[in-house]
């Protein structure tokens, strides 16, 4: 069955047989923190193609000095409505220029658990699945679901003068071609994570990084682990492959 949404934003509204649930897959967009509501309503679990994050004043995809350019605003009244139907990305996911409410991007997609980077962003030589760039007040990436970059999987951050655990996060544990991310920025203080997280990997200080030997959908009383199935490409809701996030193929 195939449906199609109307509303601003158009959407696709199939039935995954792999993943035994309909899946709601909306194109490529452009938000700005107006139209987080908006976009939140369509329920999209997939977005096909790149996906923009950007401030409410907008900027222009075509000049790179306005994308990292410095809010000036000291403030904003926008509320943030969290985009949490979306695990999915197939192209890259860009970052640029957001507001002062928004301190971590957990905020805004607290469940996305794929970026397939394919297409990616290009910025002069520099290729990347994720690209974070002159947002003034970010504090933290906190995409505490994030467990796979695929395709062209450099993650780039850019003139983000705030932003911390960074360099917590083990980047080649989520890369398909366990590339390093690319640092531009320093972190203005370095903050340790907790004692409780496995290799000092976290996403913020009590926010421990899921590896993928994590992918349990069920631990039993003495801790085993109950794997998820091997079609699963991230998280699980079972044991099946109609249970997985997101699927291999």
């Known amino acids: 069955m195939i449906t199609f949404a109307p509303g601003l ?5 199939l039935f995954n047989a792999a993943r035994g649930k309909h899946v709601t897959v909306c194109p490529g967009q452009r938000i700005s923190i107006q139209d987080l ?3 939140s309503s369509r329920g999209c679990n997939v977005i096909e193609g790149f996906l923009v994050l950007q401030s409410a004043t907008g900027c222009s995809p075509n000049a790179i000095d306005k994308q990292i350019q410095l809010q000036t605003a000291a403030t904003s009244s926008f509320p943030i409505t969290p985009l949490s139907s979306i695990e999915e990305i197939t192209g890259g996911l860009s970052v640029l220029n957001l507001e002062k409410v928004v301190d971590n991007l957990g905020q805004i997609l607290p469940n996305l658990a794929v970026v397939r980077g394919n297409p990616y962003f290009r910025y002069t030589a520099v290729k990347a699945g994720i690209s974070i760039s002159g947002n ?47 640092f531009f920025d320093n972190p203005p203080e370095i903050i340790a994570c907790s004692a409780n997280c496995s290799g000092d990997n976290c996403w913020s200080e009590d926010t421990c990084q899921t590896k993928l030997e994590d992918g349990c959908w069920s631990t039993d009383a003495d801790g085993n682990c109950t794997a998820c199935h091997s079609e699963c490409l991230s998280s699980c ?3 099946g492959d109609e249970d997985c996030t997101s699927c291999r193929h």
């Open 136 to 182: 003034r007040y970010l504090k933290s990436v906190n995409l505490t679901k994030l467990t796979h970059l695929l395709g062209v999987s450099r993650v780039l951050f850019w003139k983000n003068q705030n932003i911390q655990f960074i360099d917590t996060v083990d980047w080649k544990e989520i890369s398909s071609s366990r590339a390093n991310a690319l």
């Open 9 to 13: 934003f158009l959407s696709l509204v």
């Open 237 to 239: 809701s079972g044991a």
């Open 37 to 39: 509501a908006e976009f």
